[in-house]
């Protein structure tokens, strides 16, 4: 008996071997807040994914401060379950979210974990792409210029103040505005296009879980969401997700953009991430500056930014469109947020309370906004109705003041201003009816070309609904579907609908 048991404590020996290996621990030494700071971890990589021990827990963290005696942590996991002398350990990877097609019609947070109640986004997570949150911007050489239109289904946007694939386009405001309504306008609109699909992200930065409901809901009913991922950090959720929610809407658009296709990704909104940006570098002792923002909220965005673009036909074609929105407090677009902003991005739609509450829909000040994309991304039927559009609108502006005067007033002056009035109510839009490119160019057509003149405003809402159910019916082949496949107004076309717009009057009450 004690002979095998001395045999069998030899073999064991002769089996033994010692794999010595060096494991890097920091310790915790500060927490609250949803930060933490920890000591040790010295050779922990900037926006690293670390693992807090938490007894039978590992809590995720990202390394946010990297100083010379210790680590600023931003927790991304249950913050009260962490205490001080909790081991901390590396994973060697920077933080990153998995991203395939299967996340189309799923509601994620930052981290790609689901918030629908749908289970696991992926039924095999090794189809799926890890894409890094933080990257670098595409370069100079790997971009092409902007040329192909994103149609936005809203008349004064796409005639106006058009978008290209790759462009960043800022929607600027009050709040009760308006702004998201026509951001999810843009992604109700995608299902009209013909050509190449957009597949669209849409990042609810601090907003109410009801709003994001809502939202879900509505796309759901329109079948957007068959094209559709939300990224959702709500009010409720902790500053870090919503310090990192842009940052993974941006990671998932550049998914499809890499892949070849054209994805546009919507910010709503960047004055809340700039909130939380704000409340995480104070935690975590980072100097303020102005209005307490850290020194680098203008890097914040700018990286964020940089990342839409047009790719080379080298690396696949593709684009990411970037439409971030921004909230101003009493109109005052001089503020430092938006100021920010507005030098990041290619141009701004600037939606203005007092047109909003004149009943003016979209409240789309035509002054202000600018895209500096412009014609480049117009298709030549749209630049041929909208090239007077903008010029006219602004001669209506200057001459809004003397609408009061108009007995007074001479009869080239009388005309300018009742045009510029049948202009602006043509102009005018439902949230939620985002119109094809082809009836949009079919109803200007009506408008710059005098066919309007002489039909009252309160009646061109009804001229412009019953026209476009009567192209739908009678002239979609030989009108409407030539516009839309040659993107071209040709004369042959133009007559055809010059003929479709008299047969229309005649029977028009």
Do not use: W
């Not at 080239?412 to 985002?434: C, D, M, V, W």
């Amino acid at each position: 008996m004690a002979h095998d048991i001395v045999e069998k404590l030899k073999r064991e020996i002769e089996r033994f071997s010692d794999d010595a290996s060096f494991e890097e621990i920091g310790i915790v030494t500060e927490v609250g807040d949803g930060i933490a700071k920890c000591s040790g971890l010295s050779g922990a990589l900037a926006q690293e994914y670390l693992y807090i021990e938490t007894g039978k827990d590992n809590i995720p963290a990202l390394a946010f401060n990297l100083e010379e005696s210790s680590i600023g942590l931003i927790i991304l996991g249950d913050g009260y379950k962490v205490k001080v002398g909790d081991r901390v350990k590396k994973s060697g990877q920077v933080l990153s979210i998995p991203v395939s097609e299967e996340l189309l019609g799923r509601v994620i947070d930052p981290l790609g974990n689901p918030l629908d109640g749908k289970g696991a986004p992926f039924e095999n997570l090794k189809s799926a792409k890890q894409m890094t949150i933080e990257k670098l911007a595409p370069s100079v050489i790997d971009r092409e210029s902007v040329s192909a239109p994103l149609h936005t289904g809203t008349k004064a946007i796409d005639a106006m103040i058009p978008i290209g694939r790759g462009q960043r386009e800022l929607i600027i405001g009050d709040r009760q505005t308006g702004k998201t309504a026509l951001a999810l306008d843009s992604i109700l609109n995608q299902k009209n296009e013909s050509g190449q699909k957009v597949y669209c992200i849409y990042v609810a930065i601090g907003q109410k879980n009801s709003k994001i409901a809502k939202i879900l809901k509505n796309l759901e009913e329109m079948g957007a969401m068959s094209y559709t991922i939300i990224v959702s950090a709500p009010a409720s959720a902790p500053a870090s997700m919503q310090y990192l929610a842009p940052f993974a809407g941006a990671a998932i658009g550049e998914y499809f953009m890499e892949s070849g296709h054209d994805a546009l990704v919507i910010y709503d909104d960047l004055s809340k991430h700039a909130d939380a940006y704000r409340q995480l570098s104070l935690l975590l002792r980072r100097p303020p500056g102005r209005e307490a923002y850290p020194g680098d909220i203008f890097y914040l965005h700018s990286r964020l930014l940089e990342r839409a673009a047009k790719l080379s036909s080298k690396l696949g074609g593709g684009s990411l469109t970037a439409l971030p929105i921004i909230e101003t407090k009493l109109g005052d677009v001089a503020a430092y947020i938006p100021t920010n902003v507005i030098s990041i991005t290619d141009g701004q739609i600037y939606l203005e309370s007092n047109l909003f509450y004149q009943g003016i829909r979209p409240a789309v000040n035509v002054g202000l906004s600018v895209s500096r994309v412009g014609s480049a991304a117009q298709t030549k039927a749209m630049k041929k109705v909208a090239s007077r559009l903008r010029l006219e609108l602004a001669q209506f502006r200057e001459l809004r003041a003397f609408i009061q005067f108009a007995s007074d007033l001479d009869e080239n002056t009388k005309k300018q201003i009742s045009r510029g009035e049948l202009l602006t109510e043509i102009l005018k839009q439902q949230n939620g009816a985002p119109i094809p490119f082809e009836l949009q160019v079919a109803i200007l057509y009506t408008a710059i070309f005098s066919h309007l003149d002489g039909i009252p405003p309160a009646n061109i809402s009804k001229f412009e609904n019953e026209f476009v159910e009567y192209l739908g019916r009678m002239h979609e082949t030989d009108v409407l579907e030539p516009i839309r496949i040659s993107r071209d107004l040709n004369e042959k076309t133009e007559i055809a609908l010059e003929n479709a717009i008299s047969r229309f009057k005649l029977n028009f009450k």
